[in-house]
């Protein structure tokens, strides 16, 4: 079986991060979304809002290509993570150059840590490449619009959250 881990935050979880999601689970058996627990970060959304928003997302994917799709937190090492999950693939998104360079040294650590679990990186669409989580929460927080980032759901939840 196939298992592959995409881990972040999803604070709050973006098209971006759903065009990664439905492009990933053509490629695995079991898809484990790891929703890191970050304190230092100060999400928005609490863990339990996360998790929800993620499995309502990405229901309709799991059925479209019958990956199974599973929601994990985690507040460990990325590697121990992949090992709790039973996953030897770990998926990172790509936007930019800058995005590249941090995940580079990410990949060069963790294969130095453990060489058995490989590392895929996917674009993310040209229409979903300048979406991060941190804009949209500042666009919402500042009255914009943010519906051609996040779907209806998460807007509705983001803009009652600011409120």
Known sequence: ????????????????HLDIIQRASILVDRLVIGVAINRDKGP???????VAMIQTECAAFSKETKTEIIVHPFENLLLDCAHDVGANLIVRGL??????????????????????IETVFLMAEARHQAIASKL???IARLGGDVSKFVTPAVKDALLA???
Request: glycine share 6%.
């Open 1 to 16: 079986m196939r298992i592959a881990l995409y881990p972040g935050t999803f604070d709050p979880i973006t098209l971006g």
């Open 44 to 50: 928005l959304f609490d863990l339990e809002e996360r």
């Open 95 to 116: 936007r930019a150059v800058s995005d590249f360079e941090y995940e580079f040294q990410m990949v060069g650590m963790n294969r130095a840590m453990d060489s058995s």
């Open 136 to 138: 949209v929460k500042e």
């Open 161 to 163: 959250r600011l409120r």
